[in-house]
């Protein structure tokens, strides 16, 4: 395998698309967020494709594409993510993803809400405070395999919760 | 160990995820989820989270209750990290 010169051909870049257009929209939950989040993704692949190193595209993509997401919930935080219903947006399509969001906070809220007390503390500390799991385990005086552990049940309830709640949902489609 | 097996576990993706992972263990699990889409799209879900909590970060801790233990396990943190003056 030639490692110094890496190009990558449409064909290999088009069979990665729909793995890479779902792992956006799950990112973004929103079509048009996703299309664009993959439109950017594709075109940093394609600048940046000296960087490839030739082993596996597909890993490499979806490598780029959360970079680039994160470059852009970093950018929106910096803007400032509308959270509040009180600076609605212009355009029925913005309203309608906007509302969608809303209402996915909401679920968030709701279904951390209801996790036990344990779940709670621990997903606080890690994916809300960002302390690294060796900061966690010494403030909780526990090992960091416990952290480990704890973190990973109490992600997979809050899916769980999650997915229960997505589901219920899309029976009360409210067209606006 | 150039053919090193990796056994990529489920605390291994997590791991992932909040950034706890650098070398050659990351590169793994970013080789073992882009071939699955189950795992790949958990691991999305399980990022996503990690933003939307911070998002909603004033709505939880509405709980009184945990954000006096947040508060105190916080507090006892050695002071290195203190929030920068304004």
């Known amino acids: 395998m030639n490692t110094t010169e890496q190009t990558i051909t449409t064909s290999e870049l ?8 779902r792992f956006a929209y799950t990112l973004t939950r929103n ?11 594709v075109e940093r692949c394609l600048r940046k ?4 190193d030739g082993q596996n595209l597909r890993s490499w993509m979806f490598t780029v ?18 959270v509040d219903m009180d600076d609605a947006p212009q355009s029925k399509l913005s309203i309608s993803a906007f509302q969608e969001d809303k209402m ?31 900061e966690a385990a010494e403030l909780l005086e526990a090992p960091v395999g416990t952290v480990r552990s704890r973190l990973s049940r109490a992600r997979s309830r809050l899916r769980e919760l999650l997915e229960t709640s997505e589901t219920e949902g899309t029976s009360m489609a409210s067209s606006v | 160990m ?10 291994d993706v997590h791991a992932y995820i909040d950034g706890e992972l650098s070398g050659e263990r990351r590169i793994a699990v970013e080789r073992f989820l882009a071939e699955r889409d189950l795992p790949l799209e958990r691991a999305a879900r399980y990022l996503r989270n990690n933003f939307d909590l911070r998002a909603v970060k004033d709505e939880i801790y509405k709980d009184e209750e945990l954000k006096a233990e947040i508060d105190r396990l916080l507090a006892k943190r050695r002071p290195k990290s203190i929030a920068a003056p304004a």
């Open chain 1, 31 to 41: 079509d048009d967020r996703a299309a664009d989040l993959v439109q950017d993704c």
């Open chain 1, 65 to 82: 594409c959360r970079r680039v997401f994160l470059n852009q919930i970093r950018r929106d935080k910096v803007r400032g993510i509308p």
């Open chain 1, 14 to 21: 088009n069979a990665c698309l729909p793995a890479l257009y």
């Open chain 1, 49 to 52: 494709q000296h960087l490839f």
């Open chain 2, 2 to 11: 150039a053919n090193k097996v990796h056994l990529i576990t489920e605390q």
């Open chain 1, 104 to 134: 996915h906070y909401q679920d968030v809220v709701e279904c951390f809400g209801r996790l036990p007390h344990n779940d709670k503390v621990v997903l606080s500390l890690v994916a809300i405070e960002g302390l690294k799991y060796e």
